[in-house]
């Protein structure tokens, strides 16, 4: 029985191998239901006369280590013509939590005579999708893209061919596109894949273009498409979706026809769209076109005649009723797909991209409210805006956007100071703001993904001025005991039924920029009007620091301090300038601070003049620094600067004028000439070493005086210098040591300001050792060989030897590199034997590393008369 079920099934295998030709493409898509659930759908492309594989059914793997089978949700499928049917099998799941899914389905077989492929019939067919479920929860859920136009075409031989999937999310997510290799299995490439050559795919388009077909037959491609979401100012990888393509490549007479250029458009919400599109075929032949994308598949979709069919040349419209909920961060694309009836039929595609704008906020006014301004508008007829970026500029720029140009751009110099959130919430109080300037406001509306909408029309206010405004803090003598000249500008919309005076100007005055310790200093006679508005400080340090002043307007009453504060100017400091020097010298680095309410639009520098006892103006600029050139080291030169600024409202003086304490300073070459490249070559025989170095060609200054050599005679340690070498030009330094050339060395460059260039790598060499010992000696008073010593040695600190005799009686020991053994037993003071002596020997040598101990072990004769030679004992 056991034999018979073997048999039977290893049949239904071989029957199946060989009447399974099926699949041809296909992708998984998913849509997110509500919470962790989502529906899934598996679309496949299969070949129509293979009946006997005809599925059904179809096993899904969702991912989270659960499997299920979806029963074919489109009756029988859908005929394509071209031995294609089209198969849906959609099934919903609920997924464990946050996290990455793949998604993937494997199905034996795929159809046979795949050319880019070995054995397709005998492959397995699989796709996969990545579903991400963020942790975030709502607003974060996502839809995978849709795609729109089948994954099976047709290509002519040595024709150019392309295809495109009209990809289109439904959450307008940026989508981009990327060839992979097909597959079999999750990682398995099919056996024998290969991509032919030529073949490509655009990553923003998802255009695939094959130029051009060379070879006959059915080919199969895959490619992945990711989709992206912006992410405050990241973007981040929120699914993907592979999908299975394949071509049919035919020799034919056919050419595509050609869809006429499509152009990127902006609309306004609530506006109608009306977008021509045509296509010809220069062969004559009856031409349809179809037009799919994001447009097609929102509620108040647009609208197209899909399938219109002229011969030769074909129009139509689309059109679109947009709404204020079709605003959103990405435009929608819309893909036109043009075919012909031609033998095959061919085609071609173009997109083009629609950006629904959100209308501007209406109707913006600004007004002042205390030392604030209060902006308002109307609410935007746009429900779907969640909230209002505010933004604002000193004086008006008059911006105007242009077509498709959203919310407030850089380049106008606004700054966006709040953001409001709530449909509803239509106004905005923007504190703290100086008296003096005229403030405008331009407003933009936010929808729930981002998306900005025109920025509204430009208004502009300003505070009133009913408070003293400042106008000078200018330094006219640097000194410990300076002076310094401070005006204001008189208010003139005080209320003096509320404030009838008589009025008194209080000056306050605090060292250092920001003014943080304010002290009363002086203050004006009673007055009846405001017109006093001019105090010089005198007696005060302006060569240390800067300083700052505020004046406070009182009104005289009855109470007990005979005075209350009607207002009080901003603060305003003296300009600050410092002077240091150059690091490359002959140069001085002006630079300022400034902290006015007012806005500097230049300043002039000026420098003494010893020749005409006078400070001359040298130069202009808008920046808070300046570089004076071509300088003398070491001579002092001294400065000043003249700002000129101004208030944006009318009615107080321009341009005003200040000036900085006068500073001096001495240009210094404080940076080092350029290291030098050098080489260090060793030679053991003469034991010396031989530095040669140059100047590097580079940025770096090359006006090296001197030279200095730095050494170590071991890696552990550290450097001292051995030797300063004057001079500029390339040198040769020769490095003698007794007993060692093992060390490291660098080299420095010395300018005349005694600028010593960097320490970079050093350069190492060793020694290379020799110590050998003799085989024989002869210590009988001839003075020829007469002491047991090395041959010529070199770089040894010390040895540790000792001499023994056959029975390892010991003969002899030093710890001197000469050795100079006359023979005599050290025990017994008496001549050694003649016979076979045995040495060990430790010899300590000198190397970069420090001192490292080297074993020799040996035998030597020792004969009492050099013309006998001892016989040769067992």
Not at 289 to 306: D, Y
Not at 529 to 554: Q, S
Not at 662 to 676: A, H, I, M, V
Not at 707 to 714: A, D, E, G, H, Q
Request: hydrophobic residues 35%; glycine residues 8%.
């Amino acid at each position: 029985m056991k034999k018979v079920l073997t048999f039977l099934f290893l049949f239904t295998l071989s029957v199946y191998s060989a009447f399974a030709t099926h699949n041809r493409a296909g992708e998984i898509t998913y849509k997110h239901i509500s919470g962790l659930n989502y529906e899934v759908t598996i679309t496949t492309y299969t070949k129509e006369s293979s009946t006997a594989a005809d599925r059904t059914e179809l096993e899904i793997a969702w991912g989270d280590g659960l499997t299920d089978i979806l029963q074919r949700d489109n009756g029988n499928g859908v005929l394509l013509g071209n031995d294609i049917k089209m198969n849906k099998y959609i099934g919903t799941h609920v997924y464990p939590g946050p996290g990455q899914y793949i998604i993937s389905m494997l199905d034996p077989n795929r159809n046979s005579e795949i050319v880019n492929m070995i054995g397709s019939v005998n492959l397995a067919f699989y796709i996969e999708s990545t579903l991400i479920i963020s942790p975030f929860g709502s607003g974060s859920y996502n839809n995978s893209p849709l795609l729109l136009n089948p994954p099976v075409d047709n290509a002519c031989l040595n024709r150019f061919f392309i295809h495109n999937a009209g990809a289109t999310d439904p959450d307008g997510d940026s989508l981009s596109y990327e060839l992979i290799d097909v597959r079999q299995d999750a990682g398995v490439v099919v056996t024998g894949y290969y991509i032919p050559p030529n073949v490509s795919i655009n990553a923003v388009t998802g255009d695939l273009v094959w130029n051009v077909p060379g070879v006959i037959g059915e080919f199969n491609f895959a490619f992945i498409i990711k989709e992206w979401r912006k992410n405050g100012n990241s973007v981040k990888l929120i699914g993907s979706v592979v999908r299975d393509l394949q071509v049919n490549v035919s020799p034919c007479n056919n050419n595509p026809p050609v869809i006429s250029s499509l152009i990127d458009t902006c609309v306004n919400a609530n506006t109608f769209l009306e977008y021509n599109i045509s296509a010809t075929d220069s062969d004559g032949n009856t031409v349809t076109l179809e037009a799919t994308g994001g447009p097609f598949i929102v509620q108040n979709p647009a609208q197209f005649q899909q399938g219109v069919t002229n011969t030769g040349n074909v129009s139509a419209n689309l059109t679109w009723q947009v709404k204020c909920s079709h605003v959103r961060n990405a435009p929608y694309t819309v893909l036109v797909k043009a075919f012909d009836n031609g033998v095959p039929s061919l085609s071609d595609y173009k997109s083009f991209n629609i950006k629904v704008v959100g209308p501007s906020p209406k109707n913006p006014s600004a007004g002042p409210s205390g030392n604030n301004i209060l902006v308002n508008w109307d609410v935007s007829i746009c429900s779907e805006v969640t909230s209002y970026k505010i933004y604002r500029r000193t004086g008006s720029y008059g911006f105007i956007p242009s077509h498709c140009e959203l919310g407030v751009p850089f380049y106008t110099g606004f700054s966006l100071v709040a953001t409001v959130q709530g449909h509803a919430n239509n106004s905005y109080l923007d504190p703290n703001l100086v008296h003096g300037q005229q403030y405008c406001y331009m407003i933009v509306a936010v929808f729930p993904d981002g998306a900005e909408s025109y920025a509204s029309e430009e208004v502009c206010s300003e505070l009133k001025k009913n408070v003293p405004i400042m106008t000078n803090v200018s330094v006219e003598q640097t000194a410990l005991n300076g002076r310094i000249y401070t005006a204001w500008s008189a208010p003139d919309e005080v209320d003096t039924i509320q404030h009838p005076g008589p009025y008194r100007y209080l000056i306050h005055r605090s060292e250092g920029m920001s003014g943080s310790n304010y002290q009363l200093i002086d203050s004006t006679a009673l007055s009846t009007n405001f017109y006093d508005t001019i105090y010089t400080d005198i007696k005060v340090n302006t060569f240390a620091n800067p300083n700052n002043y505020k004046v406070e307007l009182v009104n005289r009453n009855l109470s007990p301090n005979g005075f209350y504060q009607i207002g009080y100017t901003h603060p305003a400091a003296s300009v600050w300038l410092e002077v240091t020097p150059v690091s490359t010298g002959n140069a001085l680095n002006l630079s300022w601070q400034v902290n006015v309410p007012w806005l500097n639009y230049s300043y002039d520098i000026f420098k003494y003049n010893e020749s005409s006892l006078s400070f001359d103006s040298i130069g202009t600029t808008t920046a808070t620094s300046y570089i004076d050139t071509g300088l003398i080291n070491n001579r002092s030169y001294c400065y000043y600067i003249k700002s000129r600024g101004e208030y944006s409202i009318d009615g107080i003086n321009k341009p005003l004028i200040n000036l900085s304490q006068e500073n001096c300073g001495q240009p210094k070459d404080t940076e080092p000439p350029c290291s030098p490249a050098y080489t260090v070559i060793g030679d053991c025989d003469l034991i010396k070493n031989t530095l040669n170095w140059k100047l590097i060609e580079g940025d770096c200054l090359n006006d090296a005086v001197s030279y200095t050599v730095y050494f170590k005679p071991f890696l552990e340690g550290p450097f001292e210098k051995i030797k300063t070498i004057e001079g500029n030009i390339p040198v040769e330094f020769i490095h003698e040591r007794s007993n060692s050339i093992a060390g490291c060395y660098f080299i420095t460059a010395t300018d005349e300001y005694n600028n010593e260039s960097q320490y970079i790598d050093s350069i190492c060499v060793d020694n290379c050792p020799v110590y050998e010992l003799p085989n024989v000696f002869s210590p009988d008073g001839d003075n020829i060989n007469d002491y047991f010593q090395p041959f010529p040695y070199r770089f040894v600190e010390s040895i540790d030897l000792k001499i023994m005799n056959r029975w390892g009686q010991l003969m002899f020991e030093t710890n001197k590199p000469g050795i100079n053994w006359n023979g005599v037993n050290v025990t017994t003071n008496k001549p050694c034997s003649e016979g076979v002596y045995y040495y060990i020997c430790t010899v300590n040598e000198i190397r970069l590393s420090g001192i490292e101990p080297r074993v020799l072990k040996g035998f030597f004769h020792l004969f009492r008369n050099a013309n006998v030679i001892p016989q040769t004992q067992d």
